[in-house]
């Protein structure tokens, strides 16, 4: 389990950097930001499994609704290069307007997102 602390003023945020594969692991993120004083979370593409990026298969849904039920506001950082395909991208529109959990193209408007609520 990898990850850093980020300090942006009077928030912290826990930085995942350990490869996800299953939607159960949210707990493991939930746990590491208690640990670590944090209800910041950023997640990057590079950490997440093929399956967060396919609606079919829940897991996006499943993932962050775990996080969200434990009120951690996450910021998911995706690759901007990236076709994800139509549906995600319908996802992605709503996803970039949630409360606890969004979307973002790129980490420094994530660390905004973050940084401001």
């Given at each position: 389990m990898a990850y850093?602390?980020?300090?942006?003023?009077?928030?912290?945020a826990l930085e995942w950097r350990s490869?996800?594969?299953d939607a159960s692991q949210a707990v493991e993120l939930v746990s590491a930001c208690i640990g670590e004083g944090?209800?910041?979370l950023?997640?990057?593409h590079e950490v997440l499994p093929a399956a967060f990026f396919q609606l079919g298969s829940r897991f996006?849904?499943?993932f962050l609704q775990?996080?969200?039920?434990?009120?951690l506001q996450t910021a998911?950082?995706?690759?901007?290069e990236r076709d994800y395909g139509e549906r995600f991208g319908e996802y992605?529109?709503?996803?970039?307007?949630?409360r606890f959990s969004r979307l973002f193209l790129s980490r420094e408007e994530a660390l905004d997102w973050l940084a401001a609520r």
């Open positions: 850093q602390v980020l300090v942006s003023g009077e928030h912290r490869a996800l594969s944090c209800e910041r950023l997640i990057s996006a849904g499943e775990k996080l969200q039920n434990y009120r998911v950082v995706i690759d901007a992605l529109r709503e996803a970039r307007r949630g």
